[in-house]
């Protein structure tokens, strides 16, 4: 059998290199390194070779093939970081600006949706995971990373530990959402 071996090119390397200085996340290392990559495509040939030209021609080609303005802010920060750190060549990123996206509220649920909601999960630990999460504001993967140390009766508090963006926190529990983690 053989291997297949795939070489990094030095500017690959540096850019990972600065990321791992960093101590950016894996999943924003790989997102940069995605970035880089399709831009490349759209180039032909070496980002280091870009110029202002080429990077505003980029983020028009994004818009025009219909991104949405999350996924194009994160290329724009991907690509930003690539130049801004890696390259050392901020002044090429000055046509370059993130699109605005409004901050719009959440849809909440009624007291009846929510009952409709627990009451289709026959599981108590799925039922209970689930109004956590609803109850407490609570990513999946807090909500699966909790523990009973974490939970503070008396304060009425959950102590959420490296959530979003590695930061710990507390989430409020209400009287009900602790009695349905007491049955649990």
Do not use: C
């Not at 850019?15 to 999943?27: A, H, T």
């Not at 920060?77 to 060549?89: R, V």
């Not at 699966?144 to 009766?153: E, G, T």
Request: net charge positive.
């Amino acid at each position: 059998m053989t291997s297949i071996t795939q070489t990094i090119t030095p500017l690959r390397q540096r850019m990972i290199d600065d990321m791992r200085m960093r101590k950016l996340s894996p999943k924003t290392q790989a997102s940069y390194i995605r970035v880089v990559k399709r831009f490349a495509g759209f180039l032909g040939r070496s980002p280091d070779t870009a110029s202002a030209e080429d990077l505003r021609r980029y983020q028009l080609h994004l818009v025009d093939h219909g991104i949405s303005p999350i996924s194009l802010n994160a290329a724009i920060t991907g690509l930003k970081f690539l130049f801004a750190t890696t390259l050392d060549h901020p002044e090429l990123l000055t046509k370059m600006q993130a699109v605005h996206e409004p901050r719009k509220l959440p849809v909440i649920l009624s007291r009846e949706e929510v009952a409709r909601l627990l009451a289709a999960v026959d599981n108590l630990k799925h039922q209970t995971a689930l109004a956590v999460a609803y109850g407490a504001g609570l990513r999946a993967s807090e909500v699966v990373s909790l523990k009973i140390s974490d939970i503070d009766s008396q304060r009425m508090t959950s102590r959420i530990e490296q959530g979003k963006g590695s930061k710990d926190r507390y989430a409020m529990l209400s009287p009900i959402l602790l009695e349905r983690l007491r049955s649990w």
